[in-house]
């Protein structure tokens, strides 16, 4: 199996594993979005700290790529804090379409901070991406959920960001495992404080939801992190759109959310561009 296949089953291991965590987040109710960070985090921290503790020839740490680790730990943070703020306050598919913004910020920040060449025809299809973006957004006054589509964009953002610092540590050798235990060490920490003093109780049930939605999250991140350490984002990013599938079925079956038209107008518009430039980095790729 080639590095671009692996990479591939990666992204929709991940795409279904992050699903799972939306629904799970959702489910768990009325609980303030930075705890639920704090439970995600501290599920994913412990695993990872077994595969280092395991591993420690393979996960060692070096200097040099401590303030990429620290960059993609806060903008991860970001991305995570901005993500699940959606998912309690829009519907699922929804959130995740904005989550999924992500990859075309990855290709932005790639190119200006890795200096992966971006085309003019890719630079069109992005700008098509934050077209259906809007369609989703439905920038008005008179939507009352647009600070929280706009919250959810810019956690795309922050995840699409981190990515790019997953890649560039993947290029120097920087374990996937402990990229994983570092970014969830450090969102623990930061969101620690609130837990603190404003800690919100939690039911039995909601405590092993949370549970189980940190361990989907763990998976997904173990996935996530192992796919762009296989291939580059261009050749693999339009899988990640499979969790806007998986999150609708989701939503469906367990929430009964069905999204408006405007919505699905602005899903089609963003997996079509995600389609579009997978094939001419595919036809390039051929060619070349």
Do not use: W
């Amino acid at each position: 199996m080639d590095r671009r296949t692996k990479g591939i089953l990666c992204i929709l291991s991940s795409a279904f594993c992050f699903a799972l965590m939306n629904m799970l987040v959702r489910l768990s109710g009325d609980i303030p979005s930075i705890e639920k960070s704090f439970f995600r985090n501290a599920v994913a921290a412990a695993a990872a700290a077994v595969i280092v503790l395991k591993d420690r020839r393979e996960t060692k740490l070096r200097k040099e790529g401590i303030p990429l680790l620290i960059l993609r730990s806060i903008l991860g943070t970001i991305g995570i804090l901005g993500n699940f703020y959606a998912v309690d306050h829009l519907i699922l598919p929804d959130a995740t379409m904005l989550n999924k913004m992500a990859p075309f910020f990855t290709l932005i920040f790639s190119a200006v901070f890795l200096k992966e060449r971006i085309s003019l025809k890719t630079a069109v299809i992005i700008t098509g991406a934050f077209i259906g973006a809007l369609f989703v957004i439905k920038p008005s006054f008179s939507n009352a959920d647009l600070s929280a589509s706009i919250i959810g964009l810019i956690g795309g953002l922050g995840a699409g960001s981190a990515y790019t610092c997953v890649r560039a540590l993947g290029k120097r050798g920087t374990s996937g495992p402990l990229v994983v235990l570092f970014f969830s060490l450090f969102s623990c920490l930061v969101t620690l404080p609130y837990l603190i003093f404003s800690f919100h109780p939690l039911t039995m049930k909601q405590f092993l939801i949370l549970i189980l939605a940190g361990t989907a999250a763990a998976g997904g991140q173990f996935s996530i992190t192992a796919a762009y350490r296989f291939a580059p984002a261009r050749e693999i990013s339009v899988y990640d759109y499979s969790q806007v599938i998986f999150t609708a079925l989701l939503g469906f079956f367990v929430f009964s959310q069905i999204p408006d038209g405007y919505s699905f107008l602005g899903y089609a518009i963003i997996i079509l561009m995600a389609v579009i430039m997978y094939i001419s980095d595919r036809r390039t790729a051929h060619a070349a």
